[in-house]
């Protein structure tokens, strides 16, 4: 396909960095680790797309699954009906889900996840005769998507001072990365499970009965992959129960596999009231998320005192056949090739590499879980974001595609990863720090 001379006359990629026109600009084909570009150059996959193409790029199973629905079944209304593989999903779904989440509503991308389990959270409280149960809790540094709701709870202060008046009643959690005492620390930190005690204050200044839901990334990836101290989300539970505050986990990230568990909730062994997911549900390859809740929190949403709800929460596109039949395809590779749980063994060879950065020039801060990574660098004074911005344009010619946040390199390789490729990409990472220093 040709792409017009001036390639941002018409739609432009998303960039917070003005350096951004000097980027790679075209993705041509991809294929399990790997991209190309319309040159034919081979580019190993270092954040699975954009940390959802868990299962590598253009699985058969997945490819196929997509092709067949699409000439059986375009579209499906699901507003009081649905087609098959909507509840066959659904089944499938809640049988790898933690215990007790066991009912599923389907959105089309994270941010409608986060924005539908905020107003689950909200209702199931309404329907108890609990309607002072309004305010919600985020944390700083927290990314929940872009809509009015995720940007509320999320921790992203400039982003909610842009867009704002946002939603009232949101407080938010202290951020728990603490690079003073947790530098270079591989996997959770051992300090810091105190941290959640900060929600005891917010209590404080508001009455328990006024605060619906509590929303956290178990660990939160794109402001950095900021790992949550060791008992930190356990303590954030038992103050949720001791409250009656509902807990919601933002899995966009972290679910389906990429901490070695198919969710943070498993790894942690912390199961929240709600949970939200998207990226990996379809490998990345058809638009969906959706939300696990508990049936009776979902149930209560769904079908609450009847005067309620006046018009239903559901989108169009819920339940989309082709993101139905994508995901039961996705389902099966991550099955076939025990990729919910394949990170927990390439969690050491990939925290061995990361860690092999220590001590390189500019390197801050190495920090891993499962196959989810980070390297913070030393912002070059006065002009923010750009050293890491060149690491990741350096990577690109070399070979490697890393994502870069801030002056922060992330990587969440596809689990289906090999040594070989972990090698490649930090190994390519520590050239170009050495010869960018
Ligand atoms: N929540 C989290 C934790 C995310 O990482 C993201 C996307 N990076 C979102 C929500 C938003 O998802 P989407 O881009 O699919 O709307």
Known sequence: AAAPADLDAYWMPFTANRQFKQAPRLLARADGMHYWTPEGRQVLDGVAGLWCVNAGHARPKIVRAIAEQAAEMDFAPPFNMGHP??????????????????????????????????????????????????????????????????????????????????????????????????????????????????LERIVALHDASTIAAVIVEPVAGSTGVLLPPKGYLERLRAICDKHGILLIF????????????????????????????????????????????????????????????????????????????????????????????????????FEDALHALEGLPHVLDVRNIGLVGAIELEPIPGQPAKRAFDVFLECWRRGVLVRVTGDIIALSPPLIVETSHIEQIAGTIGEVLKAQA
């Open 250 to 349: 933002d899995e966009v990230i972290t679910g389906f596999g990429r901490l070695g568990a198919p969710f943070a909730a498993d790894y942690f062994g912390v199961t929240p009231d709600l949970m939200t997911v998207a990226k990996g549900i379809t490998n990345g390859s058809v638009p969906m998320g959706a939300v696990f809740a508990k049936s009776f929190i979902h149930d209560a949403f769904m079908n609450g005192p009847e005067h309620l709800i006046e018009f239903p929460h559901g989108y169009t596109y819920s339940a989309h056949p082709l993101a139905c039949a994508a995901a039961l395809g996705t389902l099966e590779t991550y099955a076939d090739d025990g990729l919910l749980t394949r990170g927990a063994d390439m969690a050491r060879p």
């Open 85 to 198: 593989k909507a509840f066959e999903l659904a089944e499938k779904l809640v049988q790898i889900t933690p215990a007790g989440l066991d009912k599923v509503f389907y959105t089309n991308s994270g941010s409608e996840a986060v924005e539908t389990a905020l107003k689950m959270a909200i209702g199931y409280h309404r329907a108890r005769g609990e309607g002072t149960r309004t305010r919600l809790i985020g944390r700083e540094r927290g990314y929940h998507g872009v809509n009015f709701g995720g940007v509320s709870v999320g921790g992203i202060a400039g982003n909610r001072k842009t867009f704002g008046p946002l939603l009232g009643g949101v407080d938010h959690l202290r951020h728990t990365h603490d690079l003073a005492r947790n530098r270079h620390v591989r996997g959770v930190p051992e300090h810091g499970a105190e941290l959640a005690d900060d």
